[in-house]
């Protein structure tokens, strides 16, 4: 959501996307501390129970691309997840199909990544399990 699109929200949602923003601001920093700091904001937020369900996607989609191993999988799963939610219920909106396509890369390769370091695919994983 755009900066410009959220004056219809509430005062705690333009809090959540102003902190979600700086999050994204500091992870496209080349100092690690400041990447570090975008990660441990994302992760409060997703403690937050009134976290908007959009901010709540993006900041999944954001750690998705940071953490490693078994918990880029988990994000970029559960990203995917409400951006198909999102697309289903609000099918005029495109950006989020857009989001939803993009993140089912981010959960191919994390999958691929997991496979090849452990020799199966993840637990949870979107192929289906033979």
């Known amino acids: 959501m755009e900066d410009d699109k959220i004056t219809h929200l509430s005062n705690a949602a333009r809090f959540f996307h102003a902190q979600y923003r700086e999050a994204e601001r500091l992870i ?46 988990y994000h ?20 989020w199909q857009e989001m939803a396509e993009a993140t089912k890369e981010i959960v191919k390769a994390a999958e691929e990544d997991w496979e090849k370091e452990h020799g199966t695919i993840p637990p949870e994983s979107t192929e289906e399990k033979h």
């Open 76 to 95: 970029a799963r559960t990203a995917l997840r409400l951006y198909q939610e999102f697309a289903a219920d609000e099918p005029h909106i495109k950006v």
């Open 28 to 73: 496209n920093s080349d100092n690690e501390e400041d990447q570090d700091k975008a990660e441990e904001i994302c992760r409060e937020l997703l403690l937050e129970a009134r976290l908007p369900p959009h901010v709540r996607a993006r900041c999944h989609t954001l750690l998705a691309v940071c953490d490693g191993d078994y918990l880029t999988s």
